[in-house]
Every structure is written in C-alpha cells, then in structure tokens.
C-alpha cells in the first residue's frame, strides 16, 4: 500500500482520478468526517484529554477530534513511520498486548481494525482496559460484507459486522450511537458503520 502512495499511483487501485497522499482514503474523506457529525450531535461540548488510535494506517481521526496528548498505535512498522514522518507520537504494538496504563485514555479509536485482529475478545479486553471509567470508544467497520466474496489472503477481513451480530460482538459495552457510511468509492470503497460506545459496568452505574 505505501509503495502505491511512493509511485504516486495509489489513487489508480480506487480508480480515481485524482492522485492521493494517504492509503486509506476512504475513512479520510467519508467515514471520518460522518463520525465527527455523530460525536458532535451526542456530545458536542465534549474535550479530551488523552486518547490513542489504535491500527491508524496512514490516517487518524485526530486530525477530526481535538485532543491534547494523542497516541498513535499500529502493528505494522513501515505505517510507525509513515505516521511518526508527520510529527505523530507513535507505538509499534498489538491491540491484544498494550504497554499503555489502566483507565489512561480519555478516547480510544478502533478504526478499520476490528475486522483484522486474531482476537476480537482480547482486543475488546485490551481496550476496555486502557479506557478510563467515563470515556467513549469510536469505532469503524466493515457493514454487512460477505467474506466469502474476499480472497483468503495475509492481512485480510476475517469477522464480519452487520445487523444480527452487532451488538453480541459488543457484548459488554452499550452503543451510545451508530451511522452507516454507503460504498463512498467504488470498487473497492466498502460500507462501514461507525459506533460509539461506552463500557456497560460504568454507564449503567450513573
């Protein structure tokens, strides 16, 4: 993906025709923005303090949200320094073993991730760890993909989001809002959903 971006013909795999400076495209143009909409209408006065994206890629929602001491988190070294390249604080490591303190993040952002992780459970237990008592996880994914249409390839989708499973897979967390993004860019846009949530233990003890 990043050699893509390199040889300035990224913009080709979306079949655009406009060049394009970062990867992910999609969730800067359309899913971002929808998800600053949707934290503006539940919570507009809203200020964060610390927070951490986790699986950046080559954009983060904290160019969309106002943040004092953002951490970006991905698993791939080559998207460290991609984003590190941009004045970005940066940690190489896994969503399933994070180094960040307990109930540390004010906001957690799991964008275009959740899809990708070994496992969703851990990953969920690593997030709700780092996430303190009062504060909100933003989430995108893939909506109602059918993963027999993908080639089984390294790096590919392997769970599925859509209306029956939604809310079992966030079992333990209550869905404070939610907005579908239709397929923005075609062919390899995808409709995502955008969620947020806030821990269950917590919110239905205020």
């Known amino acids: 993906?990043?050699?893509?971006?390199?040889?300035?013909?990224?913009?080709?795999?979306?079949?655009?025709?406009?060049?394009?400076?970062?990867?992910?495209?999609?969730?800067?143009?359309?899913?971002?923005?929808?998800?600053r909409r949707l934290v503006d209408d539940i919570m507009p006065n809203r200020t964060f303090v610390n927070g951490v994206d986790l699986g950046c890629g080559t954009v983060t929602f904290f160019n969309h949200l106002n943040i004092e001491n953002p951490i970006l988190v991905d698993l791939s070294p080559d998207y460290c320094s991609f984003m590190a390249n941009q004045g970005w604080k940066v940690l190489n490591e896994n969503i399933e073993n994070l180094s960040l303190e307990s109930d540390s993040q004010d906001v957690v952002v799991c964008s275009d991730i959740l899809e990708h992780v070994m496992s969703f459970d851990s990953a969920m237990k690593e997030v709700g760890r780092i996430l303190a008592p009062?504060?909100?996880?933003?989430?995108?994914?893939?909506?109602?993909?059918?993963?027999?249409?993908?080639?089984?390839?390294?790096?590919?989708?392997?769970?599925?989001?859509?209306?029956?499973?939604?809310?079992?897979?966030?079992?333990?967390?209550?869905?404070?809002?939610?907005?579908?993004?239709?397929?923005?860019?075609?062919?390899?846009?995808?409709?995502?959903?955008?969620?947020?949530?806030?821990?269950?233990?917590?919110?239905?003890?205020?």
Request: proline share 6%.
């Open 134 to 206: 009062d504060g909100i996880l933003l989430v995108n994914v893939p909506w109602e993909q059918d993963l027999a249409e993908l080639p089984a390839v390294l790096g590919s989708h392997i769970r599925e989001f859509n209306e029956h499973n939604v809310e079992k897979k966030f079992t333990g967390w209550d869905i404070l809002a939610r907005g579908i993004i239709p397929q923005t860019v075609k062919p390899n846009g995808i409709p995502t959903i955008n969620l947020i949530l806030a821990r269950s233990d917590v919110s239905s003890s205020n």
């Open 1 to 35: 993906n990043l050699k893509f971006l390199e040889d300035g013909i990224a913009h080709e795999q979306y079949l655009m025709d406009e060049k394009i400076d970062v990867w992910h495209i999609c969730t800067q143009k359309f899913t971002y923005p929808a998800l």
